[in-house]
């Protein structure tokens, strides 16, 4: 089992930069492909970056590519991302994942344990 706590939500205004964190307990961390999802209100949770356990695989959804940076800290079992230039459209909970082996995927599907979600509310 893997426990997955976020933070670093918060009101921010349009073109502002926030910076989640994702503290994991649990199994060893590093083993594990980690992933940020996010869902508003009616919609499905839709994926917004994934990072492979060492960290050399990483991919974005096209809507947040060159604005927001996913990044991880094995050694201190956090992941985090970097959220700048943000746009009203970035309002949404945002949810930490990670899934079971060390390769990335794009689908909510394919990961195993989820944390509770942080609101990130950008203002216009």
């Known amino acids: 089992q893997v426990q997955l706590v976020e933070s670093g939500g918060g009101l921010v205004q349009a073109g502002g930069s926030l910076r989640l964190s994702c503290a994991a307990s649990?199994?060893?961390?590093?083993?594990?492909?980690m992933g940020w999802f996010r869902q508003t209100p009616g919609k499905e949770r839709e994926f917004v970056a994934t990072?492979?356990?060492?960290?050399?695989?990483?991919y974005y959804a096209d809507s947040v590519k060159g604005r927001f940076t996913i990044s991880r800290d094995n050694a201190k079992n956090t992941g985090y991302l970097q959220m700048n230039s943000l746009k009203p459209e970035d309002t949404a909970v945002y949810y930490c994942s990670s899934r079971r082996g060390s390769r990335t995927a794009v689908d909510v599907r394919d990961y195993d344990y989820w944390g509770q979600g942080t609101q990130v509310t950008v203002s216009s």
């Open positions: 990072i492979s356990w060492s960290g050399a695989s990483i």
């Open positions: 649990g199994r060893t961390f590093s083993w594990y492909a």
